[in-house]
């Protein structure tokens, strides 16, 4: 395959986990799959929102601290430090400043959203709600 044949076929995978009713991989190959996925479209892309929908703070910050890592950030904040909410949360990350907040939530879905920032219009969109399990145990 040629780069421009991944990107696309990365595309295509990322927009069949996008969307209202969340997806999970149906098997480890497809996760695994997904996560390279994912890899290929964040390395591409100049910045990236994490948005992250979690059952309380915790979960959210160890989950988020999973996916930062995975794409090769270094994780800017100590889960122990952070805030204790024991209600669903929303987590914003943003990579271009490295900063994030913490919201209440009050949405049913549980999950990950991922918004690549780019000049190239393949690169660019949001995707997910991905597993919270997919980079690590949440």
């Known amino acids: 395959m040629n780069a421009t044949s991944d990107l696309t076929h990365a595309r295509k995978l990322l927009d069949s986990f996008s969307g209202v009713i969340p997806k999970v991989p149906a098997s480890e190959t497809e996760a695994e799959e997904l996560r390279q996925a994912i890899r290929l479209m964040t390395g591409r892309s100049e910045s990236e929102n994490l948005g992250v929908c979690a059952d309380n703070s915790s979960q959210g910050y160890r989950v988020l601290a999973h996916y930062l890592e995975a794409l090769g950030y270094s994780v800017p904040f100590a889960i122990a430090e952070i805030e204790s909410v024991d209600t669903p949360v929303y987590i914003k990350f943003n990579t271009a400043k490295m ?40």
């Open 99 to 138: 900063s994030h907040y913490l919201d209440a939530y009050e949405g049913n879905y549980r999950g990950v959203l991922i918004a690549c920032q780019s000049e190239e219009e393949e690169i660019n969109g949001t995707y997910g709600h991905f597993p919270l399990n997919l980079f690590g145990s949440p």
